[in-house]
């Protein structure tokens, strides 16, 4: 298939413009729009894109409501008849189309995202060949997985009304960071922002030194259980006011942690640079930004230490992409925030696979026992907390409809 394609498109490449082929019968075109959402430990809403010729396309856009009813009412009716490879034109033509609903940040960039993707997986697919080399090429043959662990209640046990052990205690922290090593993953990740027994005055977003305290404690027994075995990071999921988080900051310091996460709320970027300017330890955030735009200013401003856009959210795999190369120039990180399901997960192992300063990638469903059951593979996608680029065509990933029906929302 790829020759076929390729030898549409001779003449192309010397200028002879005369030949360039005729968009409506030389190119696949879009038939079709639907949304599955799948009830993971997050709503994933999974995209499939059809052509006229059969191809199906998957992406996934970050769980959020009315994103379905975006792609149905709103991007479908302009993206029927458009041909899926000319992805770039197609994501100016959802932004445009949604300009003054969203087309920036919010849902809106968060439907054309998760299209987005499955543009890459139905060009990859008409060409023969896997998304990362349509990106410029494979860099690296297995991507690094980071593991988000839960030392206490899980949300799929706070799912099922279940409380299965000792909540967010140090020995439970412990005990997780060690299942964590076992199961093969040299990097994890741990939130912060977890009950401990005493009140929080949350609308001053304040910590009193108990709970300063306290979150030393979980990271300081996590250090003492897996000491070098692993790279640990911490999340405040931007709870706290800048005074607490530095607090907790200088706190956790002497444990050297990977990074501190989302000290802040994101939308002061000369908070956060003040902030990563009076402390010692590194600072992560991005999953709140969207597009180039939004991290423009982070950069520009060494406000942060790695950067975590999230994939189906931010704007698409080009977009990350973009995202990637201007946080280059700043000898910044990559480090996508991720919570989805295979096909989201996919999409920012193609990513990571061709940008030079890709660092890790987050997995948040070690607590769902039917993630890997999704993908059609005969053995795990992730083994020793690590993901192999595959080489087959655009994502390299199909779904298992069967498993998806067992667990299918709407």
């Given at each position: ?13 010397w ?10 019968t030389?190119?696949p075109?879009i038939?079709?729009?639907e949304?599955?959402?799948i ?5 994933w809403?999974?995209i ?17 409501p ?14 029927e ?6 992805v ?6 959802m932004?445009?189309?949604?300009s003054?609903r969203g087309?920036q940040?919010?849902?809106?960039t968060i ?11 139905i ?11 349509l ?5 690296r ?15 799929v046990d ?9 909540m967010?205690t140090?020995e439970?922290?412990a005990?997780?960071a ?31 030194d108990?709970e ?9 027994a996590?250090?003492?259980?897996v ?7 911490y999340?405040?999921?931007w ?7 530095k607090?907790?900051?200088d706190?956790?310091a002497p444990f ?7 000290p802040?709320?994101?939308?002061n ?16 955030t ?8 939004g ?11 790695f950067?975590?856009?999230d994939?189906?959210?931010t704007?698409?795999i ?7 190369d201007?946080?280059e ?19 920012g ?6 940008v030079?300063?890709f660092?890790?990638?987050e997995?948040?469903a ?11 593979e005969?053995?795990p996608?992730?083994q020793?907390?690590?993901?192999t ?7 390299g ?8 029906d ?5």
């Open positions: 298939m790829y020759q076929d394609f390729a030898s549409r498109l001779a003449g192309t490449v200028g002879d413009y005369d030949k360039i082929p005729d968009r409506t030389d190119y075109t038939s079709e729009l949304t599955v959402v009830d993971g430990n997050f709503p809403t999974i499939k894109v059809t052509t006229e010729e059969g191809i199906v396309g998957l992406g996934e856009a970050y769980p959020s009315g994103v379905h009813e975006v792609i149905t009412d709103y991007l479908r009716p302009v993206l008849g458009e041909n899926p490879l000319d770039e034109r197609i994501y100016h033509l932004r445009e189309s949604l003054g087309s940040q919010g849902i809106g439907a054309i995202s998760g299209v987005e993707l499955a543009l890459w997986d060009t990859g697919k008409w060409v023969d060949l896997p998304v990362y080399q990106l410029g090429g494979k860099m043959d297995s991507i690094r997985i980071y593991a988000d662990c839960h030392g206490g209640e899980s949300m706070a799912a099922l009304g279940g409380q299965t052990h000792e967010y140090p439970a922290y005990a997780e060690r299942t964590a090593v076992q199961e093969g993953y040299d990097m994890i990740k741990f939130d912060l922002d977890v009950p401990s027994g005493h009140e929080i005055q949350t609308k001053a977003r304040h910590l009193t108990v300063v305290e306290h979150k030393r404690r979980l990271v300081e996590v250090d003492a259980e000491g070098d075995e692993a790279e640990v990071a999340d405040l999921h709870n706290f006011n800048a005074e607490s988080a607090r907790v900051a706190a956790i050297n942690p990977l990074w501190l996460e989302d802040l709320p994101p939308e970027t000369e908070a956060m640079a003040r902030f990563r300017e009076s402390v010692s330890v590194p600072i992560l991005g999953e709140n930004r969207y597009g180039r735009h991290f423009r200013d982070l950069l520009e401003t060494d406000a942060v230490d950067v975590a856009p994939i189906p959210k704007g698409g080009a977009e990350t992409k973009k995202i990637a201007l946080a120039a700043y000898y910044v990180p990559l480090t996508p925030h991720n919570v989805g399901s295979p096909v989201a997960t996919m999409a192992v193609h990513l990571g696979a061709s030079s300063n660092f890790a990638i997995f948040h070690r607590d769902v026992p039917w993630w890997e059951n999704l993908s059609t005969s053995t996608l992730i020793d907390g690590r993901i680029v595959p080489d087959r065509p655009g994502l990933i199909e779904l298992d409809w069967s498993v998806v067992e667990h299918r929302k709407y």
